[in-house]
């Protein structure tokens, strides 16, 4: 190990929980001392629970074996394999999610035979014997079995023994999202089985977790949007499980409820007026139910929330003279599982009259390759990158080694000023004006001489971008760009934004080369 990758492990480790640490030796070492019979054969009692599903999922299921995940069609000739995983672990885990049982069109016949090939193979499985993929399949086999009153005695035996392994697997080691999703699965577990000792695990998980996972303003720690739709969503079957089936009175489901209204609020605050997310972090399009899907479920569970100020999620979201600007001014994710960060402190996305028009590049993989880097890294945001350096050591991945802090942030009503110290002494600050009829973008950074880049990425609506010098003119929707401070032309060149994984789209993105101060005055170009 070179010094180099030496300093990156203990930038890594450091922030690790010792809980974390621990868990990683105990599973380590417990299951290579001890080994386990999970799979039993008995006939575990059931209850007979009221569920109708709210939210439709997405077909990815087609008729003849055929799947559809990740923009990633297959079609399974001679039997399904469980263990596919020529196109990556994601796609695997997603066949193991077995989510289609809930999409509208799949009968119940056609479910029951999918559950019955999986069951068949159940001595083969690889991945989809990882408490993630339990914990999602749990779930929809409950929601599957509850929609269509169906007992049936192998799929039950099946289902306790996968919550057997959960329940002496929990993702301590990982913490994050993973934990959450055990804990909303393990809900449904202890309901369909009226297991008490899943029950009390599902119930300090949950109370535990999203005490510490939803931060005051309302959002999930790991700051992704799009996994906050998801446990938002996982949160609203919970509540909506609870109150169809009646059987704790412990103060649990009005909690939940709250949790609830306080994610509510957030993501209202931070959708677009076109009902899209912003692509920050890790976020790709047509994962997640929309933020109006969620909405119209909250409604339907008598839940009712209120407008928010944004506030230590580090993200912030002005709407004047019909440009939306949703920037962030925090902190990387939460330091022991930021996972799912991205080095892109002082990112923006902007929408004029609720059309996208610099965004972030987005999600595509999570394949630990070239483009999952370069989709992390500084370059592929909105922001500033001094030299060749990054702002966060983002790598391996899911990796974060030395990550930048905010060190200053001063608000106003249309005035957001901040500073981070990613570069260590050399300070980046960028302030966001919204006082004029226009959006100034300042960019200023301190001890440092060399040369600074600042970099705009268009959505690939914008086709047309003319530049005149330093003038760069938008003509679709009508939006000049005006660079002060810098004597070097800005550059205009090909990119990719990520519209989904596995789908990218070819765009233009700016790179503004500058020298410790530079002015972006965005406008509206008046006809």
């Given at each position: ?11 890594t ?33 059931c ?23 990740l ?25 193991n999610y077995f ?23 159940c ?30 005695s ?7 023994n ?10 301590y ?8 999703e ?44 799009m996994?906050?739709q998801?446990l ?11 109150q ?11 909690f ?12 209202q ?12 972090n ?23 929330w ?10 912030r979201?002005?709407?004047k ?42 999600t595509s993989?999570?394949e630990?390759?070239?483009?999952r ?12 990158k001094?030299g060749n350096?990054?702002?966060t ?8 080694a ?14 957001l ?6 570069y ?7 302030q ?39 003038r ?6 009508s ?7 810098t004597?070097i ?39």
């Amino acid at each position: 190990m070179g010094i180099k990758n030496f300093f990156l492990y203990v930038n890594t480790i450091r922030y690790l929980k010792i809980k974390q640490i621990y868990y990683r030796l105990f599973y380590l070492i417990r299951d290579k001392t001890f080994k386990r019979n999970y799979f039993k054969k008995d006939s575990p009692k059931c209850a007979s629970l009221f569920w109708n599903n709210r939210y439709a999922h997405q077909n990815t299921y087609f008729d003849n074996d055929t799947f559809v995940f990740l923009n990633q069609k297959k079609h399974f000739q001679n039997g399904i394999n469980w263990n596919f995983d020529e196109y990556g672990k994601l796609w695997c885990y997603n066949l193991n999610y077995f989510e289609f049982l809930n999409q509208e069109e799949i009968s119940r016949e056609e479910g029951l035979r999918l559950i019955a090939d999986y069951i068949n193979q159940c001595s083969s499985l690889q991945d989809g014997l990882e408490p993630y993929p339990i914990s999602l399949r749990g779930i929809n086999w409950i929601k599957f079995l509850s929609t269509h009153n169906l007992r049936e005695s192998s799929i039950n035996e099946t289902l306790n023994n996968h919550y057997r392994i959960l329940f002496d697997n929990i993702e301590y080691h990982l913490m994050g999202n993973h934990l959450l999703e055990n804990g909303f699965s393990l809900f449904f577990g202890a309901y369909y089985f009226k297991n008490n000792s899943f029950y009390r695990k599902a119930k300090k998980i949950l109370i535990n977790e999203l005490s510490e996972q939803i931060t005051e303003d309302g959002a999930h720690f790991e700051l992704s949007p799009m996994y906050h739709q998801i446990l938002l969503f996982r949160l609203l079957d919970c509540i909506h499980l609870a109150q169809l089936n009646p059987w704790k009175s412990d103060g649990l489901l009005p909690f939940m409820e709250d949790m609830a209204i306080k994610m509510l609020s957030w993501l209202q605050a931070i959708t677009f007026s076109n009902g899209s997310i912003p692509m920050v972090n890790d976020c790709a399009y047509g994962i997640a139910p929309s933020s109006r899907n969620l909405f119209d479920y909250a409604i339907d569970l008598d839940l009712v929330w209120n407008k928010i100020k944004l506030s230590d999620s580090g993200y912030r979201r002005f709407h004047k003279n019909g440009f939306e600007i949703f920037m962030d001014v925090g902190k990387v994710g939460p330091d022991y599982q930021p996972g799912h960060a991205h080095s892109d402190t002082f990112n923006f996305e902007l929408y004029l009259d609720g059309n996208p028009v610099i965004v972030d590049t987005g999600t595509s993989t999570y394949e630990k390759n070239e483009l999952r880097q370069l989709e992390r890294g500084t370059a592929a945001h909105n922001t500033v990158k001094v030299g060749n350096k990054e702002q966060t050591e983002v790598w391996g991945g899911f990796r974060v080694a030395k990550r930048a802090k905010i060190i200053a942030l001063e608000e106003g009503e249309n005035l957001l000023t901040a500073s981070h110290n990613g570069y260590g002494r050399i300070v980046h600050q960028r302030q966001f004006d919204f006082s004029g009829e226009q959006l100034l973008i300042t960019d200023t950074v301190k001890n440092y001489a060399g040369e600074c880049h600042a970099f705009l990425h268009f959505h690939p609506s914008i086709g047309n971008v003319e530049q005149i010098q330093n003038r760069v003119i938008l003509r679709g929707p009508s939006i000049e760009i005006l660079f002060e401070g810098t004597e070097i032309l800005a550059k205009s060149v090909r990119c990719e934004i990520a519209m989904g994984f596995n789908k990218r789209e070819s765009s233009i993105k700016l790179l503004i080369g500058f020298k410790e101060r530079l002015t972006t005055n965005i406008r509206r170009i008046r006809k």
